[in-house]
């Protein structure tokens, strides 16, 4: 049977603040990519994320952004190639700490926000982020999307990569995510969010903002715990997969 993994971001709270419903989100994913404490998340959440991940029997990620919680990772900041070689270094290792004291298993790496979109764009970036992956641990797998810098330059160093296609975001006509400030960047409608998931896994294509149509592999299809509704796009997802013939399984 083909399999599909279900990835998601958690565990982006901060001390008392609560972003997502992280309990009620992890028995219906199968990789969970956890806040590193740097865009969101701190050691105690961190902990408690890698442990309810565990307990469901859930693929552990290190989701790693700029230093940057009150802008949620999501504005650009500027760091030279050893700088940002070094805040992927200590998350990964912060993370793989957490995932061991729990009695899970880091496996995989993705990247956040700002951090993430400026990986997709310039190559220089993807290198300095992606070289101190594989310095660390090179059978870690990263999630990216395909098409990018990132994709190419984690190709080009041989780590394993994971096409993630994300459920609630729509795409731009080469492949890219559409701007947030961008109008009908996020998509929430769940019917809508089922019919596009339906489409990737029975033909391998997306429609993107323009209407024009693009190939796009996946193995994995996110959901953002923080877009609203989320609990019910995830179930939207499961629906279309049963729907698709596919299990769900960690990639």
């Known amino acids: 049977m083909k399999t599909i993994d279900i990835n998601s971001d958690l565990g982006e709270g901060y001390g008392r603040y609560r972003v997502a419903d992280d309990e009620a989100l992890m028995p219906r994913i199968t990789s ?3 806040a590193c404490g740097f865009h969101a998340g701190d050691p105690v959440i961190m902990r408690r994320t890698a442990e309810l991940a565990v307990a469901n ?3 552990i990620g290190a989701h790693i952004g700029y230093p940057d919680v ?5 504005r650009a900041v500027s760091f030279d190639a050893k700088e940002l070689s070094a805040l992927t270094l200590y998350q990964l290792g912060a993370m793989r700490a957490m995932a061991d004291a729990a009695g899970g298993t880091l496996g995989h790496v993705n990247f956040h926000g700002a951090l993430g979109n400026l990986s997709f764009a310039d ?3 993807a290198r300095a982020v992606l070289q101190a992956v594989k310095d660390y641990d090179p059978t870690l797998k990263y999630v990216t999307l395909p098409f990018t810098a990132a994709a190419r330059v984690a190709e080009s160093l041989g780590l394993q990569t994971v096409n993630s296609f994300l459920a609630d975001r729509a795409y731009t006509p080469e492949g890219l995510l559409a701007s947030r400030k961008q109008p009908g960047a996020m998509v929430t409608d769940t019917a809508r969010i089922r019919a596009r998931v339906a489409r990737l896994l029975s033909d391998g294509e997306i429609e993107t903002v323009d209407g024009s149509v693009r190939k796009m592999p996946v193995d994995s299809i996110l959901v953002h715990s923080d877009t609203a509704g989320a609990l019910d796009i995830a179930t939207a997802v499961r629906e279309a997969i049963d729907a698709a013939g596919y299990a769900v399984r960690a990639f």
């Open 57 to 59: 029997g859930v693929r």
């Open 32 to 34: 969970a990519n956890i």
């Open 123 to 125: 190559e220089d970036v």
């Open 70 to 74: 009150q802008g949620f990772g999501r």
